[in-house]
């Protein structure tokens, strides 16, 4: 049996795959930006659909492989790719994991002052 951890970093703009293996080598680093589309144009059902099916079906034909998904960041498609991705990769999935940090509202605490 294959272990391979699926990192996925959603900015603004953009969206990031990075598959490792067990011991962190990096086997494959994709970003939605390789389609060759500028702007929010790429963050569009058919792009992601696209973009999906183009880097992951290497591992669908692997039967053995098993994945830990670790998403991070925000995002206006995050919870669109997400579905997308439950849906191809239902069979092969171990964990699902978002690690994204919420901000805590701006409360911080206030400087001393120093006299």
Known sequence: MKLYFLLILFTQNNIFL?????????????????????????????????????????????ADAKIHVRLKGYNKTKKLFTRLLVLFLQELLTSFVDTTSDPLNGCKSKKKRRL
């Open 18 to 62: 990075t598959l490792t293996n067990f011991k962190g080598e990096v086997l494959i680093w994709k970003s939605l930006g390789t389609l060759k589309i500028k702007g929010l144009k790429k963050l569009t059902n058919s792009f992601i659909k696209s973009f999906i099916l183009m880097n992951l079906n290497k591992l669908k034909f692997k």
